[in-house]
């Protein structure tokens, strides 16, 4: 698992891998067959050709194994006919070697393409489960099934522009999908009034963004998320709920969740307001920056064109609501 940590991008591996062959062959091929005891040493570093079938049976499945396992069995034919004129069982002894090769290699192979789609059939059940329980929450709220995911869309289009790395955007797209999750304990009264909440319905309104969190925290793969839930409605001048967190001290991916939250409802029908155009909704995001918003995440939005929101919100687009950003 550490060298899995160390050994990441897809071409790092081919060259680890080349690496490894061309390493091997050079001992197979300058370690002479005599004296004895040369001998010897030849014979134990050749099944370092064990390696690279294993290496890429691990890193590239059953297709990558046995690709690497042809090269290897080229080179080490070619040398065991080399070293070996005319003896036979030397030659077929070196031949069932070559056939423990394939079975080392293809193995591993095939248990890594199987652990490959179970994991992305499990991803996938994750997701499809979290998008049912997102979709029945929006439903219930705005009657509309999409809002939650188009957010989340919308967030990770400014992620993927403010630079953020992989494992990060996936909490930051977990978080913004889940924000208002919370919200279940809000009862009916309170979340579907249409304006006017007393103090006390505001209170219980503001507790969403807590009682989301204590739902996410416990777990494990949405600890992260549920720290952007708990902080997606603090605000960057430190005017925001529930904690009053300022600056920095707000998550990144609540920071960049805000932007395209207010963005996606500035841009949507809503029972209290029309929809508004992409420069109307980009002027209201400019006088808050630095207010509500960090201004290097209102920075990346403006570097964002309307064009690519609007590609978002198309394929997001709510069967009942306005499929355009005017
Ligand atoms: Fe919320």
Request: net charge positive.
């Amino acid at each position: 698992m550490k060298a899995e940590r160390y050994v990441n991008g897809r071409k790092t591996r081919i060259a680890v891998l080349i690496f490894t062959v061309v390493v091997v062959a050079l001992f197979h091929f300058l370690i002479p067959t005599a004296p004895h005891t040369y001998h010897k040493i030849h014979i134990v570093l050749r099944k370092l050709y064990f390696l690279p079938p294993v290496m890429a049976g691990a890193w590239f499945g059953l297709r990558g194994a046995a690709l690497t396992t042809a090269v290897i069995s080229v080179v080490f034919v070619a040398h065991a006919i080399v070293d070996w004129p005319g003896n036979y069982m030397e030659q077929a002894n070196q031949l069932g070697e070559l056939a423990g090769f394939w079975v080392v290699g293809l193995v591993p192979g095939w248990l890594f393409d199987r652990r490959r789609a179970l994991m992305e059939s499990l991803a996938r059940a994750n997701e499809e489960t979290l998008l049912a329980l997102v979709s029945a929450l929006d439903m219930r709220e705005r009657n509309t099934r999409l809002h939650s995911q188009r957010v989340r869309e919308y967030t990770l289009l400014l992620a993927n522009r403010f630079g953020v790395a992989e494992r990060e955007r996936r909490a930051i797209g977990l978080g913004a999908l889940l924000h208002d999750v919370g919200k279940i304990a809000v009862t009916d009264r309170v979340l579907l009034k249409p304006a006017g909440l007393t103090e006390d319905e505001w209170r219980e309104m503001r507790r969403h963004p807590g009682e989301g969190y204590r739902l996410l925290r416990r777990i494990g793969f949405l600890r992260e998320a549920a720290e952007i839930v708990y902080a997606h409605h603090e605000h960057y001048d430190g005017t925001g709920y529930p904690r009053g967190l300022k600056g920095e001290e707000i998550p990144l991916g609540a920071r960049l969740f805000m932007v395209a939250d207010v963005f996606d409802a500035l841009t949507s029908e809503r029972p209290y307001h029309e929809a508004m155009g992409y420069q109307q909704a980009a002027r209201v995001i400019r006088e808050n920056r630095g207010k509500h918003f960090d201004p290097a995440v209102v920075n990346v939005f403006e570097a964002i064109r309307p064009e690519e929101w609007e590609k978002v919100r198309k394929r997001f687009a709510d069967a009942n609501g306005d499929t355009s950003i005017r």
